[in-house]
């Protein structure tokens, strides 16, 4: 997989974790010191352990709505390795790679669609079309948010 869009991933991962805390259908787990304690255990791989704990927080979110199919937090295995190969390789800096997680989705809420208010399947899941699935995800979160429901999207 393209490192653009593994990064993508990431980001959208990272940026709907925020807004669900903003728009209060997520407790936020900032709040008890993950990150800074993630560091503390693990010096060397602390940041990969904060996004794991955030990655398995928001399944165990989306699996009490959607159960156990595809979604943002949840992508075919080998997607999965691929991003957990490319943390191993790279220092991140979540704030450096997300400054602003708002303009984040803001800037990939180009796809318009019919809104549910339950959870919606946005399709099969296609590596060469990872950009209009995050695009399609990133419509669904924000209305998701601005309405205060977890109408959740999921593919196949």
Not at 10 to 36: H, P
Not at 122 to 127: A, H, R, T
Request: glycine content about 4%.
């Amino acid at each position: 997989m393209h490192q653009e869009n593994i990064e993508n991933i990431i980001k959208m991962r990272l940026a709907v974790y925020k807004a669900g805390v903003d728009a209060q259908l997520w407790n936020d787990i900032n709040q008890l010191g993950a990150s800074e304690m993630m560091d503390y255990l693990f010096p060397k791989s602390g940041h990969i352990a904060y996004y794991n704990l955030i990655l398995e927080y928001m399944r165990k979110e989306h699996n009490m709505i959607i159960g156990g199919m595809y979604t943002l937090f949840k992508m075919p295995i080998q997607v999965e390795k691929d991003i957990m190969e490319y943390l191993k390789k790279e220092k991140i800096n979540f704030q450096e790679m997300l400054p602003d997680y708002k303009d984040y989705l803001d800037s990939m809420n180009t796809i318009f669609t019919d809104y549910s208010l339950d959870v919606v399947n946005i399709g099969s899941f296609d590596i060469n079309e990872i950009d209009n699935l995050l695009r399609l995800c990133a419509s669904h979160y924000i209305y998701s948010f601005k309405n205060g429901i977890k109408a959740f999207p999921f593919f196949e």
